[in-house]
Nanobody
C-alpha cells in the first residue's frame, strides 16, 4: 500500500508563497497520477490540481489557475504544489492523493483518487 506524507504547510501572509511537498512510499510512484485537494472549515473537500504520471499533463481548478503550479519528481517519489499570490480564501487543509491510473482524457473525479495523505494546514492571513 502506498503511503503519502504531506509537508510544507504553515502560516503565510496574503500575497506570499508556499510550496507543499508530498512524498510517497511503496508502490510504483512513476506510474500514478497525483492530485492536490483542499478542505476549508465547514466546506467540502475540493479539487485543486492534478498531474499525470509523466508530468506532461496538468489540470487546475479555476480558483488557483495562474497562481499554483503542480510538479513531480519521479526520481524522488514526490509531488509538489507551488502556491503563489496566496489569498485568505486559500486557507485550508491541503491533501495529496494518488490515482492508480496514470493518465486521463478528462479531469479525473475526486473518487478516482484512492490513497490520501494526512493533510497539511495552510493558513493565509490578510
Amino acid at each position: 500500500q502506498v503511503r503519502l506524507v504531506e509537508s510544507g504547510g504553515g502560516l503565510v501572509q496574503a500575497g506570499g508563497s508556499v510550496r507543499l511537498s508530498c512524498a510517497a512510499s511503496g508502490g510504483t510512484f512513476s506510474t500514478y497520477a497525483m492530485g492536490w485537494f483542499r478542505q476549508a472549515p465547514g466546506k467540502e473537500r475540493e479539487f485543486v490540481s492534478a498531474i499525470n504520471w509523466s508530468g506532461g499533463k496538468t489540470y487546475y481548478a479555476d480558483s488557483v489557475k495562474g497562481r499554483f503550479t503542480i510538479s513531480r519528481d519521479n526520481a524522488k517519489n514526490t509531488v509538489y504544489l507551488q502556491m503563489n499570490s496566496l489569498k485568505p480564501e486559500d486557507t485550508a487543509v491541503y491533501y495529496c492523493a494518488l490515482r492508480y491510473l496514470g493518465n486521463w482524457s478528462e479531469r479525473p473525479p475526486q473518487t478516482d483518487f484512492t490513497s490520501w495523505g494526512q493533510g497539511t494546514q495552510v493558513t493565509v492571513s490578510s
